[in-house]
């Protein structure tokens, strides 16, 4: 079974600051990794994902996410957050082999950009 | 327009009513899914079907009930057993391939009252 695990509920930040939202996995097979974004009272938007090869992931809006095969981690990344960057961020992963496309995804974590 | 649209945004049922949300999608996609999202627990799947006639139960299926006559629509039924039903619940569709993305609607509030 896999799980995920995002590490921080709330992170707080200022406008232009750089900022990192962490993402940890378990699972005993290989699994292709997502980053959504969710904006209030919206559904989810996909940020980016990781499939194979290179292991640094660009995204939309400037973020980037690199995967750790040996820390089993996806974490997120942008260099200078913007207010508009406000909103819920989940992790989920889904495994390689299956044919359902199901996705298992992380808690959340809020980022609150404050000017 | 290409999506998934959900009604209603919100919705609001008695204790022992059910309410059926709705889901339709018109991305020619054989996967849906609903998802359940309660704060600080993330998104826990209710039900899924990867073909017309065909669903599967989640994690968390109980209380719940979908149909899928059409490959365009998959509504959810929260019925007077769920026991805990005020939550977002967000529908989603995907080609059903586990390297593609998941396409989700903008969700419906449901309260209980």
């Known amino acids: 079974a896999q799980s995920v695990t995002q590490l921080d509920s709330q992170v707080p930040v200022f406008e232009e600051a750089p900022v990192e939202l962490r993402c940890n996995y378990s699972s005993s097979v290989s699994v292709y990794l997502f980053w959504y974004v969710q904006y209030p009272n919206q559904g989810l938007q996909l940020l980016l994902k990781y499939l194979s090869g290179s292991t640094l992931v660009k995204g939309i809006n400037g973020f980037e996410a690199e995967f750790n095969k040996s820390q089993t981690s996806f974490h997120l990344r942008k260099p200078s957050v913007h207010i508009s960057d406000t909103a819920e961020y989940f992790c989920?992963?889904?495994?390689?082999?299956?044919?359902?496309?199901?996705?298992?995804f992380g808690q959340g974590t809020t980022l609150q950009v404050k000017p | 327009d290409g999506g998934i649209t959900q009604s209603p945004k919100y919705l609001f049922r008695k204790e022992g009513q059910n309410v059926t949300l709705s889901c339709e999608q018109n991305?020619?996609?054989?996967?849906m899914y609903w998802y359940r999202q309660d704060p600080g627990q993330g998104l826990r799947l209710i039900y899924y079907?990867?073909?017309?006639?065909?669903?599967q139960k989640g994690d968390i299926a109980e209380g719940y009930s979908v149909s899928r006559e059409k490959k365009e629509s998959f509504p959810l039924t929260v019925t007077s057993a769920q026991k805990n039903p005020t939550a977002f619940y967000l529908c989603?569709?995907?080609?059903?391939?586990?390297?593609?993305?998941?396409?989700f609607g903008q969700g419906t509030r449901l309260t209980v009252v």
């Open positions: 079907s990867q073909i017309v006639n065909d669903f």
């Open positions: 989603a569709s995907s080609p059903g391939t586990a390297r593609t993305e998941a396409f």
């Open positions: 991305l020619n996609h054989d996967a």
């Open positions: 989920a992963v889904s495994q390689t082999s299956s044919n359902t496309g199901k996705l298992i």
